[in-house]
């Protein structure tokens, strides 16, 4: 073997040496980068849902479809009866967790009534109501909100109790986390949907359905 053999075997080694050390360095890289993007879903996931989040359906449903939405928003009032519908197709295989997103004005105390409505176990039929006629209150830059106490009572809440309650700490603490919540998932409209934990983008009322029902037939 002359030296020129032995320059070109030395260099092939070192070529093979290196190209095995970047393949090693590449998949720890990849590994890292796995790992860091589980890591920031499961903290997505834990800004999704929370244990005092209003919510509908089993608790150990396949799918989770998380709705971010605002009392006072008009979109969201068109949205209620697809999520409605939702519920009725998909009564054990979906669980529909809401979250407060207030971003308009009077949206915060709409938020009381209806916590305060949950402590009477009447939150259900009291969000309808004020959903279905949020024209009558919702009223953007002057919101008529002695007009959704009147709807919420005569939708069976409590008026008297519920002036009281709606002050109670929880509320409050609600109220702040979610906004916490809204501002580090980057949320900007309402309603924004989350489904098994991906944000859902150019959504229709029809999309809505059919993605939930695939995620239904394939979980």
Known sequence: MN???????????????????AIVLNRRRAAEAEAAAAATQ???QALLVRDYSPSFGPADAPVTLVEFFDPSCEACRAYHPVV???????PTQVRVVLRYTVFHEGSDEAVRILEAARMQDKFEPVLDALL????GWAVHGSPEMDVAWEIAGAAGLDLEK??????????????????????????RQTPTFFLNGKRLEN??????????RFAVENS
């Open 132 to 135: 279905e006629q949020q024209p």
């Open 42 to 44: 499961t903290e997505d």
């Open 84 to 90: 409605q519908e939702i519920r009725r197709q998909f």
């Open 162 to 187: 519920a002036e009281t309650d709606q002050f109670f700490p929880g509320i409050t603490g609600i109220l702040n986390q979610d906004a916490a919540d809204v501002e580090a998932l980057a949320i």
């Open 203 to 212: 959504f229709s009322a029809d999309s809505l359905i059919a993605d939930v």
């Open 3 to 21: 030296r020129r053999t032995l320059l070109i075997g030395a260099s092939a080694l070192g070529i093979a040496a290196f190209a095995g050390g």
